[in-house]
């Protein structure tokens, strides 16, 4: 057993404050690393308040850190020790269903182990995840990272990444695909940048327009103030995709008037509230309502390369770990550009 340093939630009213507990020792196929950066996710946020049904305390969050391999199991191929490596949202699945054989492990049949706010398939010991020093993990769930980008700006491409990057490969985006991107935040600024390496025309769509600067900044070839009224009009049937990264409610109805032909409304944020549209907005134009969630590991390792090739991270503000509270604040403020990293050697 490891101790281990973290911050947790000790119940959904309490901030997050300083905890020590013991991580397992290896198995065979099992990567020890120290964490060097975990990103502070929304999600994070919605679990440790417990704003989404009854959780688990206490909660130790995290689910996008990177860090440094400091021992593997005798059975490890994929790693060594000093390797660069990182863990996103599941850090098991059944690993013999459908899904799981064919590399879609985020949709496993059985569910798949969430990397905190979970209980571990194995031991059955409530999952803690990267708001700590340390971490312990099976070497085919993990992923290798990029020898050439910043450590702190790749921890959100564990989650953001990846949870944007699905969605634009699935619906096969590329050079003169035109495509829009609902809310310009953790997700958001990632969508852009992905769709744009891939070579599709984008425009950003916000509430906010003091975001323009930044989303042209990205390469954002238009960008329109949603919160204006009939702000939709004159965008009438003119995106292939458009991409929803608002975890608020939105009125769907003119999003869906400025999608073209048989184009998509993709839903990657999530609401507390549920979404309402009339069939005309789908009849008109063949148009479709659809999700998607993070990705499987072979495409979630495929992404890495790719920002390795394209020199892609996430725009991040690095924290001390006494910071976390306050993050929390200001993150549900939408105030950071455009994602919260905490420096896990302050735990």
């Not at 798949?112 to 020093?133: L, V």
């Not at 035109?178 to 958001?188: E, H, M, P, T, Y």
């Not at 148009?287 to 495409?299: A, N």
């Not at 993050?327 to 403020?333: F, G, H, I, K, L």
Request: charged share 20%.
């Amino acid at each position: 057993m490891t101790a281990t340093k973290a911050f947790a939630a000790m119940s959904a009213k309490g901030k997050l404050e300083p905890y020590t507990f013991e991580r397992r020792d290896l198995r065979s196929d099992d990567v020890g690393f120290r964490i060097d950066f975990s990103g502070i996710c929304h999600t994070d946020i919605h679990q440790a308040r417990e704003e989404w049904g009854e959780a688990n305390f206490p909660m130790v969050p995290g689910h996008e850190f990177v860090g440094t391999v400091t021992s593997v199991g005798s059975g490890v191929s994929k790693f060594k020790t000093g390797d660069r490596i990182g863990v996103g949202v599941f850090i098991d699945s059944c690993r013999n269903c459908k899904n799981c054989l064919n590399g879609l492990q985020q949709y496993c049949l059985e569910g798949y182990t969430d990397t905190y706010n979970a209980y571990e398939r194995n031991t059955k010991q409530i999952a803690y995840g990267g708001y700590s020093n340390y971490f312990v993990i099976p070497e085919s769930y993990a992923y290798k990272l990029p020898a050439n980008l910043d450590m702190a700006a790749m921890a959100p491409l564990l989650c953001a990444g990846i949870t944007t990057y699905s969605p634009l490969k699935k619906w096969k985006v590329g050079p003169g695909s035109n495509v829009a991107v609902a809310g310009l935040g953790g997700l958001g600024h990632m969508a852009v940048k992905f769709a744009i390496a891939l070579g599709a025309n984008v425009t950003v769509l916000s509430h906010s327009d003091a975001k323009e600067k930044d989303a042209r900044a990205f390469g954002a070839i238009d960008f329109i103030d949603t919160g204006k009224a009939d702000w939709h009009l004159g965008y009438q049937k003119s995106f292939d995709l458009i991409l929803n990264t608002v975890s608020a409610h939105l009125d769907l109805e003119p999003y869906l008037s400025t999608l073209a032909t048989d184009g998509s409304l993709i839903v990657i944020g999530v609401p507390s509230e549920p979404f309402s549209m009339g069939a005309g907005s789908l009849l008109d134009g063949r148009r479709s309502v659809s999700g998607s969630l993070i990705g499987g590991i072979p495409e979630t390792q495929e992404m890495l390369d790719f920002c390795g090739a394209n020199n892609i991270v996430s725009e991040v503000e690095v924290i001390s770990a006494d910071y976390i509270n306050e993050a929390y604040d200001r993150t549900v403020a939408s105030d950071v550009r455009y994602r919260f990293v905490i420096d896990c050697s302050t735990f």
